[in-house]
């Protein structure tokens, strides 16, 4: 063997490689305790009024271990997901010893079934609101569903000046909505958006001429709708 160079240069190559990784290692499991690579930055993208840099710092602090290389990121990551406001977080090292860490805060449109939220999403998650915001009620699984409609009543009664306040999904799937001014309005299963649409349509030649309060309207009927106001029993034809 002694005379066959290239047998010996692919030994001597081996030998090399091998040393270097055993080295590599060597060094990496030295550098990984090495208090002076203790991130020196944490860098944080999505603060809100609900969540500020000094709970970041607080929280991530229990993860950071002694140095950049063994820092808990993903153990970061769950703790900042724990938080009722966050919706998401990512955390990564950035080199040579910064920590960013991005969160995505829920953003509420409603309350679900009093002592929940809904947000943006359509999803629910558990947190408290002080500020005044409509009420969802529905079966479980279907605040997206109820989440999309509000959207889409709110833009029709808009043309009104109204606001939806509460949205109603019945186990049947029955929708019902009642607005700022405390009318309630019967939906039914079906064709529930073109019946408040022809409803807003015909608003102030009907309901709106009556000039006092409806407590309550039913557009549920083929070929009209149904109110209901103090000293007043009424059915107007006309919608759809």
Same mark, same amino acid.
């Given at each position: &063997? ?51 840099? *000094? ?7 229990? !993860? ?5 290389? *063994?820092?808990?990121?993903?153990? &970061?990551?769950?703790?900042? +997901? ?7 977080? /990512?955390?990564? !090292? ?9 969160? $995505? $805060? ?16 359509? +999803? ?22 109820? /989440? ?34 405390? &009318? ?8 529930? $958006?073109?019946?408040? /649409? *022809? ?5 102030? !030649?009907?309901?709106? /001429? ?31």
């Amino acid at each position: &063997m002694w005379d066959e160079p290239e047998k010996l240069t692919a030994i001597a190559n081996f030998l090399f490689l091998a040393v270097a990784v055993a080295a590599g290692w060597v060094l990496m499991g030295f550098a990984s305790h090495l208090p002076m690579l203790q991130p020196k930055l944490l860098r944080v993208d999505g603060m809100t009024d609900r969540l500020n840099r *000094d709970e970041v710092v607080k929280i991530a602090a229990r !993860r950071l271990g002694t140095n950049f290389f *063994d820092a808990d990121i993903d153990g &970061m990551k769950r703790d900042f +997901e724990q938080i009722p406001w966050v919706r998401t977080a /990512s955390v990564s !090292r950035r080199w040579p010893l910064e920590i960013d860490v991005r969160v $995505e $805060e829920h953003v509420p449109i409603a309350k679900w079934d009093g002592n929940r939220m809904v947000n943006t999403y359509g +999803e629910v998650f558990d947190a408290t609101e002080q500020n005044a915001l409509p009420l969802f009620t529905g079966p479980e699984g279907s605040s997206k569903d109820v /989440s999309r409609e509000y959207l889409s009543f709110s833009r029709t009664l808009a043309t009104l000046d109204r606001k939806v306040v509460e949205v109603n999904l019945s186990d049947r799937r029955s929708w019902e909505i009642r607005l700022d001014n405390g &009318m309630l309005i019967e939906l039914g299963r079906e064709k529930m $958006e073109k019946r408040l /649409s *022809d409803f807003a349509a015909l608003y102030a !030649r009907t309901v709106g /001429s009556l000039g006092g309060r409806v407590d309550y309207v039913d557009l549920r009927y083929e070929n009209g709708f149904a109110v209901r106001a103090p000293g007043l029993k009424l059915r107007t034809r006309g919608a759809a």
